[in-house]
């Protein structure tokens, strides 16, 4: 199956700094990739659609000067946390689909665990 | 997009089949059903999808009544590597949709 891979797989970093995960589609090109926010013991909440060459559509109440995503090329989409603070701590999943599939099947980064201390 | 609703959580003996029933009473003409399996700390993986009757693959079964408001996740004999977090998403298979997650049900298998 398609592979999506994501990185760094965990970061702590210091409140009021700024954190890029990257997420990439390892074996095929998507315009379209998906980022998730899972906190503890909850389930996959989507923040934001990620458009290849276009601004992303945020989900309400989701602040996008807090979580910036750029979808520069047809493999890569990147979240940027800005000046994170500790409730930014939460995991990041990022998710997309290959234009050829016919079952619109989601394929899942492995995540990435964010620590704001 | 239509709102699933499944049990929080479900345990079970090793061996044992089990069968996780979803409910999705506003299911549209053009959505599907998906399920994925969830491992702690790792995202989300595609177990089966169907619109409706009967779906098997190599890990499950997917059973869909007529009326397409509901769904069974069917696991045969399942192992102490089963537990994990099952969640039921309904939605259009066209690529540029995303999903929306429930809650999904935290299936524990006990040895």
Same mark, same amino acid.
């Given at each position: 199956?398609?592979?999506?891979?994501?990185?760094?797989?965990?970061?702590?970093?210091?409140?009021?700094?700024?954190?890029?995960?990257? %997420?990439?589609?390892?074996?095929?090109?998507?315009?379209? !990739?998906?980022?998730?926010?899972?906190?503890?013991?909850?389930?996959? !909440?989507? !923040?934001?659609?990620?458009?290849?060459?276009?601004?992303? &559509?945020?989900?309400?109440?989701?602040?996008?000067?807090?979580?910036?995503?750029?979808?520069?090329?047809?493999?890569?989409? &990147?979240? &940027?946390?800005?000046?994170?603070?500790?409730?930014?701590?939460?995991?990041?999943? %990022?998710?997309? &689909?290959?234009?050829?599939?016919?079952?619109?099947?989601?394929?899942?980064?492995?995540?990435?665990?964010?620590?704001?201390? | 997009?239509?709102?699933?609703?499944?049990?929080? +959580?479900?345990?079970?003996? *090793?061996?044992?089949?089990?069968?996780?029933?979803?409910?999705?009473?506003?299911?549209?003409?053009?959505?599907?059903?998906?399920?994925?399996?969830?491992?702690?700390?790792?995202?989300?993986?595609?177990?089966?999808?169907?619109?409706?009757? @009967? #779906?098997?693959? *190599?890990?499950?079964?997917?059973?869909?009544?007529?009326? $397409?408001?509901?769904?069974?996740? +069917?696991?045969?004999? #399942?192992?102490?590597?089963?537990t994990a977090v099952y969640y039921c998403l309904v939605?259009? @298979? $066209?690529?540029?949709?995303?999903? #929306?997650?429930?809650?999904?049900?935290?299936?524990?298998?006990?040895?």
């Amino acid at each position: 199956g398609a592979v999506v891979s994501q990185h760094p797989s965990w970061v702590i970093c210091k409140s009021g700094t700024s954190v890029k995960i990257e %997420c990439r589609s390892l074996d095929f090109q998507a315009t379209t !990739m998906f980022w998730y926010r899972q906190f503890p013991k909850q389930s996959l !909440m989507l !923040m934001a659609t990620s458009n290849e060459g276009s601004k992303a &559509t945020y989900e309400q109440g989701v602040e996008k000067d807090k979580f910036l995503i750029n979808h520069a090329s047809l493999t890569l989409s &990147t979240l &940027t946390v800005t000046s994170a603070h500790p409730e930014d701590s939460s995991f990041y999943i %990022c998710s997309a &689909t290959p234009g050829q599939s016919n079952t619109g099947e989601l394929f899942f980064g492995e995540g990435s665990r964010l620590t704001v201390l | 997009l239509a709102k699933t609703t499944q049990p929080i +959580s479900m345990d079970s003996y *090793e061996g044992q089949e089990v069968n996780i029933t979803c409910s999705h009473n506003n299911i549209a003409t053009n959505d599907y059903i998906t399920w994925y399996q969830q491992f702690p700390s790792q995202g989300p993986r595609f177990i089966i999808q169907g619109y409706k009757t @009967k #779906v098997t693959n *190599e890990v499950a079964s997917l059973f869909i009544p007529a009326d $397409r408001k509901s769904s069974t996740l +069917s696991l045969p004999r #399942v192992s102490l590597s089963d537990t994990a977090v099952y969640y039921c998403l309904v939605g259009d @298979k $066209r690529r540029n949709t995303p999903l #929306v997650f429930g809650k999904g049900t935290r299936l524990s298998v006990i040895a």
